[in-house]
């Protein structure tokens, strides 16, 4: 049973817009979230992280944003730049026990 | 930036041979995990490790593989008897748990592609 989910496989996006990633989970013990970056053939990298006693959490062009109520967590770009493009995973995590969702694949379109 | 390193990167093993996949975590870290993706599909975790033993293991994790941390460096998966179905890439995971409300706290390797034929 997914936990983790993102319902989105792709997304596409212009150039110096915004991009939006969502994650839905359905454990509400989860009390840590993530984003990671994946390219081709290479191991995912941290992005950002957020808290369950936090809303929102920003880094540069990078906003997470936590609806505890909803159970749901996106990832903000902006502007979106075509070195963006990768695969996107959110992760959460009870304890030390992380969970994955299946990733969206954002491309940038220059 | 601090960095898990996994050897080999790619392996190509035939049908039940055995296979040992290594990753060197982070040194202050405690908790040590590997993931594996199958070409397509989701992250599936496989076995997670604290003070030397495994603290959670999930249903993919069967007798057929086995972790150690034989010197305190190292951190290995042996696959005993390989399938088909093990074709995948294997991450290994380093988690510095105890500081988790200051950033990041899992690093992954690069991964290792394993094969089987």
């Known amino acids: 049973d997914q936990q983790v989910k993102q319902n989105s496989p792709s997304l596409s996006v212009q150039e110096g817009r915004i991009s939006i990633l969502n994650c839905d989970y359905t454990n509400s013990m989860f009390d840590y979230f993530l984003w990671y970056k994946k390219y081709p053939a290479e191991g995912p990298t941290f992005l950002i992280s957020i808290s369950s006693i936090k809303d929102k959490n920003e880094d540069g062009r990078f906003t997470v944003f936590l609806n505890k109520s909803a159970k749901h967590l996106s990832l903000h770009i902006v502007p979106s730049q075509p070195g963006d493009s990768a695969v996107y995973f959110c992760a959460a995590s009870e304890g030390n026990q992380f969970y994955f969702g299946t990733g969206t694949s954002l491309t940038v379109i220059p | 930036e601090p960095e898990v390193t996994q050897t080999p990167s790619h392996q190509v093993t035939q049908m039940g041979q055995e296979v040992i996949l290594r990753c060197v975590p982070i040194s202050n870290h405690l908790y040590f995990y590997w993931y594996r993706q199958i070409l397509g599909q989701k992250v599936e975790f496989l076995v997670s490790?604290?003070?030397?033993?495994?603290?959670?293991k999930s249903e993919i994790f069967d007798d057929q593989f086995s972790v150690e941390r034989p010197d305190g460096s190292n951190f290995t998966l042996k696959i005993r008897s390989t399938k088909l179905e093990d074709s995948a890439m294997y991450f290994c995971?380093?988690?510095?748990?105890?500081?988790?409300?200051?950033?990041?706290?899992?690093?992954f390797g690069e991964g290792s592609w394993l094969t089987v034929v």
């Open positions: 995971l380093s988690s510095d748990y105890y500081n988790r409300n200051s950033g990041n706290t899992i690093y």
């Open positions: 490790f604290y003070n030397n033993e495994i603290s959670e």
